[in-house]
């Protein structure tokens, strides 16, 4: 069966083929989050003696609004 855009990308970055359901560790070149779960999510990284950032962060707004169409 041929591999998902996903594993394709996970395979890569591991060095290794995988596949849906495998485990595997790779270096995460960027992370997302959004405004209400950001500040927990890094609160518990750094208790969990988290120190590397990765290269980018990209910030998801979920309470935004669109302006008016008058």
Partial sequence: ???TIIEKIISNHSKQSVQAGDLTIIDVDATMATDSTAPL???S???MGGDQSPILTVLCLSSTTLPSSE
């Fill in 1 to 3: 069966m041929p591999k």
């Fill in 41 to 43: 999510a890094i609160k």
């Fill in 45 to 47: 990284f750094k208790e």
